[in-house]
């Protein structure tokens, strides 16, 4: 009779006799998955099976914290008035919350609380609330105003314009409950001609939802 090799098990040739258990504990692993967290998962005897799973996530039963004071709010770099100051856009049209980042003349991040009381959830869809990507765009346009109605690059609310977006792609779905958080990057300047060309990226939880590139121009109108 052939003797078979197995890692949890072993036994002795020539006998039937109950398998001796090797005592060499086996090795830890850890799983991840895109956008969470990395859990552990710890490999253990029992008396009824060969292995046992046990998950330790983090944070979860060893912090005393409760939840809500568990995770920081996000910086304010502007807040809402500050915002108000800059863009022309008001209710119900100004879709940017707070600046969370600003590099003057480079870049910005904003965030959009979407919330059911939108205006737009009514009617996009009465049953399953989805912000509409064309609302998307123009929000991160607006992070886009914020870079280049700014000193450093010379624009103005009076003459300033949303001249056209290219290469949009909708990743996945945004819906009430929802932070957006968006990045809007210059990439290309002429000055002369008053046009801007921007990169943007917008995230919910740190997935990518949507992305593009924008042009912007400043003259008269």
């Not at 006998?15 to 969470?36: A, E, M």
């Not at 003459?159 to 990439?187: C, E, H, Q, S, Y």
């Not at 290309?188 to 939802?209: P, S």
């Amino acid at each position: 009779m052939a003797v078979t090799s197995n890692p949890l098990v072993s036994f002795t040739p020539g006998s039937l006799s109950q398998p001796r258990r090797l005592s060499q504990p086996l090795p830890s692993s850890s799983l991840s998955f895109p956008g969470s967290r990395s859990l552990s998962l710890k490999l253990t005897h029992r008396s009824n099976s060969a292995l046992g799973c046990s998950l330790n996530v983090p944070n979860s039963t060893d912090n005393d914290a409760p939840i809500e004071t568990r995770y920081p709010a996000f910086p304010t770099v502007m807040d809402i008035n500050q915002i108000r100051e800059i863009l022309p856009h008001r209710f119900p049209f100004l879709l940017v919350d707070r600046v969370i980042e600003y590099n003057p003349g480079v870049s910005a991040v904003a965030i959009k609380n979407v919330t059911i009381n939108d205006n737009f959830f009514p009617g996009h869809f009465p049953e399953r609330p989805i912000m509409p990507g064309v609302l998307m765009v123009e929000a991160m346009a607006q992070v886009g105003g914020l870079v280049m109605l700014q000193p450093e690059v010379g624009g103005s609310r009076e003459n300033f314009f949303f001249a056209g977006v290219d290469k949009v792609r909708f990743r996945k779905p945004v819906i009430a409950g929802d932070t957006l958080v968006m990045r809007m990057t210059l990439i290309k300047l002429q000055k002369r001609f008053g046009i801007a060309k921007m990169e943007g990226k917008a995230y919910v939880g740190g997935d990518l939802v949507c992305e593009g590139e924008f042009l912007m121009a400043t003259g008269s109108d």
